[in-house]
């Protein structure tokens, strides 16, 4: 972690002046998610869950009518089998009718449903449904709530995720889905592997001469290897940032830690059915237990070479108790030793390479440690390229937060260059053009973006036709058993026109021209179409160009022209472009040969959700966040009600005359509370279930009215005498002052220099001073009177009131300036002056003065 941040060169860029949005990172994983946070002022590191945890189990739930998160949620599902959700990554953009929907009913016990998607979906207990897209998107507000409560509830609406190399277009919509359904964007998709090689760029140079890295992630759910190759971006500069190249991807999908979990209940239900004679696979809560002590006894059985198994009142009321072998375990696994490396060797494969280029197998996922899986990869690639300490647990969501860094450009991380490859095969196909009436129609397939291609790349697709035609991007081969290959179709129309007009204006055979995009978060998309065409150009330098070569092709299939790199992302990702090396388009298109034509896209046959059917979901989470908020405020105002109540009550039940309370109270008023206090002891037990939040804040209030003068009396008690002490200093010093004052006066007056403070003022002040003891005098005498338990008759409010006027004339003589002594000579011309002489006053009143001229 210090060697991350010590490479991190983590600052923020000067040239931003906005405020700074802050990135979240999220791993989403079939079993845990991770999540970090780069964010202004906030050391770069994994976001805690509120106990300080890590790692945040990926479960959403309801108890009841309460939702709950993570391990919360994870832990009801023996007592609430089908209102907690776990592992639900299997069915990100699953068709309801696949064997990865099969699967995932064979671990789990929620209650699936088909959507009208085809995709999948829940069904509560309380018979409410929700899409999978729906409860990850909860769960992914729940990391965002996380984020924004450590930023003290700055907002955080950015996210970058990670996603399995192998997910396909369905798949990744799916993520996207749910981020909107959440309220966020995403900024970037980012494939695990390549998250973890970034992060392992960050800390280490590299040298022109390419390493090969073989990054092994053992999952939950699947396991996959990425090559990946490191060198310098440039071979001189030693600081120089690093090119990251993924050279090849293997993955296997569905055989994870779960599989191997699956298998150990496997062994516990036979065992307890062999033993107990009891069927247990109908009882769903049964089947959830087994599923958590399946995962429990795996875990020791990774360090043990036998775990003993326990589960209190299984079913039937039957306690199970039971031994399994780590032997018995790893030969019921054995078949799938072949399928934990096969990726590696496919990953190979695809990257034209052999064991012998790779330096090091970095080894990361939760699965990684589970000895099986250990030990078959050790035993494909050999002990010594097992990479040694490299702690890759959290570097999948440490590398997506650089990454998004990197994207959102807010944030300076070194020059690490990310080129990905895409995982499949993508197609472009299309109806040849019927050449003869009543021929056969005839499609034409063309690979566009072939395993290994690039992403954030587009290419530029030349038809020649002369009417409308539909093109369908797809998979070349499934990808997996019931998932559909077709990607999107479009219809492009206004053809005949268009190539008309391009004839009109002079062109010589115009043609049909589509973009096809594969953007950096893996989205293939028809970016445009337009009709083409060269206008005949009659100069002698034309008619030299089209002799040169600049005739057009004139076969039917599909010509692809690569172009310069150009991110594209879905529709709903943000604008900023990932890719430093991408340059803008750099051929000019005459304005006058190019015709855009009509661009129809239609639906895949697992469609990304509609704008509408995200709306809708949003809303739907939205209400739940308002209705749980409520709930907190109502059980908040109901709590406090509850407390105050006892807190009443054991003033009310403490008869000792010391308490400040019975002091301050008439045994009128003790009464009266008394009274209130039963009724709203009365009418909480009966209405705690039905009240409203404004119930319990009235109850309150209605008690509290009683009890405020009360408390008012023993405030003024210890106010009281603090402010009096303020205007007794201010009597004081006012009294001091004009004393003082009157003294220089007459030095002045015998010196006839001017004096500071003429007679006016003094008397002014002295007579707010008279004023204002006098007011004190026969208050205070009132307020000696005023017993404790009755309400004050001079407040300390009053108080403060009352010698501001003093105070601040006081003040404002304090502040004149001394005026300027002449300097001239003594004249002998009398001035009129003043003086003051002192007569005996009053008892109460000091002192009064009187002044008269003297000549
Ligand atoms: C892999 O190793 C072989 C043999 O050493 C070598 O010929 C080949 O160029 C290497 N491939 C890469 C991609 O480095
Ligand atoms: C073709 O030209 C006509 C006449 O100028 C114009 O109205 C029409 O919009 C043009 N169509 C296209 C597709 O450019
Ligand atoms: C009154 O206030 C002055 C100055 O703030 C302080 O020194 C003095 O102790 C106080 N007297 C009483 C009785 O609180
Ligand atoms: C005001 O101050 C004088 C002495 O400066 C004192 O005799 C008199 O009691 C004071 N009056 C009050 C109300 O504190
Ligand atoms: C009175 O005169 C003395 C000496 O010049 C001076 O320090 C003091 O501030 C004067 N006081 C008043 C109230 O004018």
């Avoid at 592992?87 to 016990?109: C, H, M, N, V």
């Avoid at 092994?216 to 090119?243: C, E, L, P, Q």
């Avoid at 095969?425 to 690039?454: H, M």
């Avoid at 009890?707 to 010093?733: C, D, G």
């Amino acid at each position: 972690m210090n060697r991350l941040l010590l490479g991190l060169l983590l600052c923020f860029s000067l040239w931003s002046h906005t405020a700074l949005a802050s990135v979240l990172a999220i791993d989403y994983g079939t079993d845990w998610i991770k999540a970090s946070l780069m964010a202004p002022g906030v050391p770069f590191d994994v976001l805690l869950n509120r106990d300080s945890k890590r790692k945040i189990q990926s479960s959403v739930g309801w108890k009841k009518e309460d939702r709950l998160f993570a391990s919360d949620a994870f832990n009801i599902a023996g007592r609430f089998p089908q209102d907690s959700f776990s592992e639900l990554k299997y069915l990100q953009g699953a068709p309801f009718d696949s064997p990865t929907t099969s699967f995932y009913a064979s671990i789990s016990t929620a209650d699936l449903i088909k959507t009208s998607r085809g995709t999948v979906g829940a069904r509560r207990t309380d018979g409410s449904e929700w899409s999978v897209e729906e409860l990850i998107a909860m769960q992914l507000a729940y990391i965002r709530d996380l984020a924004e409560s450590t930023l003290n509830g700055e907002k955080v609406a950015d996210v970058v995720l990670t996603v399995p190399a192998f997910y396909t277009q369905h798949e990744r919509d799916a993520v996207i889905d749910a981020v909107e359904i959440a309220g966020m964007r995403t900024l970037a998709l980012v494939h695990d592997g390549s998250a973890v090689a970034i992060n392992y760029a960050m800390t280490r140079t590299f040298t022109d001469k390419p390493e090969h890295h073989i990054i092994y992630d053992a999952g939950a759910s699947s396991v996959r290897a990425t090559i990946v190759s490191f060198s310098s971006v440039d071979a001189k500069s030693k600081t120089s940032g690093t090119a990251i190249q993924v050279a090849g991807l293997g993955f296997e999908r569905q055989v994870g830690g779960n599989e191997l979990d699956r298998r150990l209940r496997e062994i516990l239900v036979k065992d307890f059915e062999k033993k107990h004679r009891t069927d247990v696979r109908s009882d769903k809560r049964a089947m959830a237990k087994l599923w958590k002590e399946a995962n429990r006894v795996k875990t020791i059985l990774s360090a043990n070479s036998d775990a003993s198994t326990s589960v209190e009142s299984l079913t039937n009321d039957i306690d199970y108790r039971s031994k399994v072998s780590r032997s018995d375990f790893e030969s019921a696994c054995r078949d799938l030793t072949g399928r934990f490396v096969k990726p590696i060797s496919d990953a190979l494969a695809n990257a034209d390479m052999t064991l012998d280029n790779i330096t090091s197998v970095i080894l990361t996922g939760g699965s990684s440690r589970t000895p099986i899986i250990q030990a078959a990869v050790t035993a494909a690639v050999g002990k010594s390229r097992i990479a040694q300490n490299v702690n890759a647990d959290e570097a999948a969501v440490l590398g997506a937060g650089l990454h998004g860094a990197a994207l959102s450009r807010q944030f300076k991380t070194k020059d690490i260059r990310l080129t990905d490859i895409a995982p499949y095969d993508v197609q472009v196909s299309y109806i040849a053009e019927s050449k003869s009436q009543g021929s056969k129609p005839r499609t034409i397939n063309t690979l566009v973006f072939p395993v290994g291609s690039k992403v954030g790349t587009r290419k530029t697709l030349t038809f020649k036709r002369k009417d409308d035609f539909n093109l369908k991007l797809t998979y070349r081969t499934p990808v997996l058993p019931g998932y559909p290959s077709d990607i999107l179709e479009a219809e492009l129309k206004g053809i005949p026109e268009a190539l008309q007009n391009l004839t009109e204006m002079g062109a010589v055979d115009p043609v049909v021209k589509a973009t096809v995009v594969l953007s950096e978060s893996g989205f293939v998309s028809i970016q445009d179409a337009i009709a083409f065409g060269e206008i005949k150009d009659d100069s002698l330098t034309g008619k030299l160009k089209s002799f040169l070569g600049g005739g057009s092709s004139s076969s039917e299939e599909a010509t692809t022209e690569k172009e310069t790199a150009v991110r594209s992302e879905s529709e709903t990702s943000s604008s900023s472009s990932a890719d430093p090396s991408a340059t803008a388009e750099t051929k000019p298109v005459k304005k006058d040969n190019t015709i855009p034509l009509e661009l129809n896209v239609k639906l895949a046959s697992i469609p990304p959700m509609s704008v509408a059917e995200k709306r809708a979901a949003r809303d739907r989470l939205m209400a739940i966040d308002r209705l749980e908020s409520g709930k907190r405020a109502r059980e908040e105002a109901r709590n406090s009600l509850e407390g105050y109540l006892y807190r009443v009550r054991d003033l009310l039940e403490d008869d000792s005359t010391e308490s400040p309370f019975v002091k301050c109270s008439q045994q009128a008023e003790r009464k009266a509370m008394e009274q209130k206090l039963q009724e709203s002891f009365a009418w909480l037990s009966e209405h705690d279930d039905d009240a409203l939040t404004k119930d319990f804040i009235a109850q309150r209030s209605a008690l509290e009215s009683l009890e405020q003068p009360i408390i008012h009396r023993y405030t003024e008690i210890q106010e009281f005498p603090k402010a009096l002490n303020v205007s007794q200093m201010m009597n004081w010093s006012a009294r001091l002052f004009i004393t003082e004052a009157k003294t220089n006066l007459t030095a002045a007056q015998d010196s006839e220099i001017p004096p500071r403070y003429t007679k006016e003022e003094i008397d002014s002040l002295e007579k707010t001073l008279k004023e204002h003891e006098v007011w004190m005098n026969e208050m205070v005498e009132k307020q000696k009177r005023v017993k404790m338990n009755e309400d004050p008759v001079l407040e300390s409010s009053m108080l403060k009131e009352k010698v501001k006027p003093l105070e601040t004339q006081l003040q404002k003589l304090l502040k004149k300036k001394a005026p300027r002594i002449p300097k001239k000579p003594k004249t002998t011309t009398s001035s009129s002056t003043t003086t003051t002489a002192k007569e005996s006053g009053s008892a109460s009143s000091d002192s009064s003065t009187q002044g008269h001229d003297e000549l």
